[in-house]
């Protein structure tokens, strides 16, 4: 890993990383202990995660990281006792595609959001801030259609969408409301920074579909969209819907978090948005790595007119981050599938 001594936050300083036992998250906290940090991560419930103690205690010596239990992020002052004596946060946590009602889920990632930048502002040695947006903060796929997408992109056909009169049903519209979720969550901490002007940087990192390494599949299972893998594995049984999923990015979840890490600690890297999408795929693509790593097994056929995603993001500055840990580049689809088949394939 190429640490040099130019950081924005000294190794060996503590970072807090809310959320930590999410997919994103718990490899934020990975790749932040093996460059040297210690990290507090808040959960909902110590006790569902306390897991995570014997994993990094095992993996990197006892003593650098610890948990902190913080039961609702949107309540007020949430973050207030967790991020004490920290030089940074990163805000991974949000409820995942959790309502269809926008009343109910804006407000909880906003809040959530708001807190953790708050805290921040309260505590004077954080120096470094990073939001886990989302791709659907910047637009919700759209095959066959070329358009770009860059740092001045916002999803607000999504916000219109979910912020439409009920009923409040209906796959698009949780969709919906979980893109707008995640675009007024980061607006609104962008008009936090430029109206309070803490003593501290933020970037935002809006990931696309992440696949990749799950830390512990016994402890988390298959979570987020390492989980339409296993769906896809499985021929979609009992996860039908999940066949609708329009063609998109992926990226693999260490590259996720090496862009989250790099901007924490770069001093280089300020106040941007951060585009963590590796290539565009299909599922056809990855019942086509499927079938090449395991012949023996018979999936399901290709499926018919799925387009492809156009779009053209401006994912450059990203790629760069990931190639200051050492890496080629972005980690290729086929090893981004392989990590996660190999788990339930076996």
Do not use: C
């Amino acid at each position: 890993m190429a640490l040099n001594d130019n950081l924005a936050i000294p190794r060996g300083s503590l970072v807090i990383v809310t959320g930590a036992n999410g997919y994103i998250a718990s490899h934020v906290v990975d790749q932040l202990l093996l460059a040297g940090y210690h990290v507090r991560g808040t959960v909902r419930s110590i006790q569902r995660a306390g897991w995570m103690q014997n994993y990094f205690d095992e993996k990197y010596g006892s003593g650098k990281f610890s948990l902190f239990e913080v039961p609702d992020m949107a309540a007020a002052g949430a973050f207030d006792e967790a991020i004490k004596g920290a030089s940074g946060i990163a805000h991974v946590a949000t409820p995942v595609m959790a309502s269809f009602d926008p009343n109910e889920a804006v407000p909880v990632v906003v809040d959530g959001t708001l807190n953790a930048l708050k805290a921040a502002a309260k505590e004077p040695s954080v120096k470094r801030a990073v939001l886990t947006s989302s791709s659907t903060a910047a637009a919700s796929p759209q095959p066959n259609k070329v358009f770009v997408i860059n740092e001045n992109t916002w999803n607000v056909d999504a916000v219109k969408a979910a912020w439409a009169p009920p009923p409040y049903e209906g796959l698009q519209r949780r969709l919906d409301v979980y893109s707008a979720s995640k675009t007024q969550g980061e607006q609104a901490a962008w008009k936090f920074m430029r109206e309070e002007n803490p003593g501290f940087v933020l970037n935002a990192v809006l990931p696309n579909a992440n696949m990749g390494l799950i830390l512990s599949p016994e402890h988390q299972g298959y979570p987020s969209t390492s989980g339409w893998i296993q769906a896809l594995w499985d021929g979609f049984k009992g996860h039908e819907d999940l066949a609708f999923n329009p063609p998109q990015y992926y990226v693999n979840v260490q590259d996720d978090a090496r862009v989250h890490v790099a901007a924490l600690i770069y001093n280089d890297v300020k106040d941007v948005r951060l585009f963590a999408f590796a290539h565009p795929y299909t599922w056809n693509d990855i019942l086509a790595i499927f079938r090449k790593l395991y012949p023996q097994k018979k999936f399901i056929d290709d499926m018919p007119n799925l387009g492809q995603d156009l779009s053209k993001v401006a994912n450059g500055r990203a790629e760069e981050l990931v190639k200051r840990f050492g890496r080629p580049g972005w980690t290729s689809l086929e090893d981004s599938v392989r990590d996660v088949a190999k788990t339930f394939s076996a």
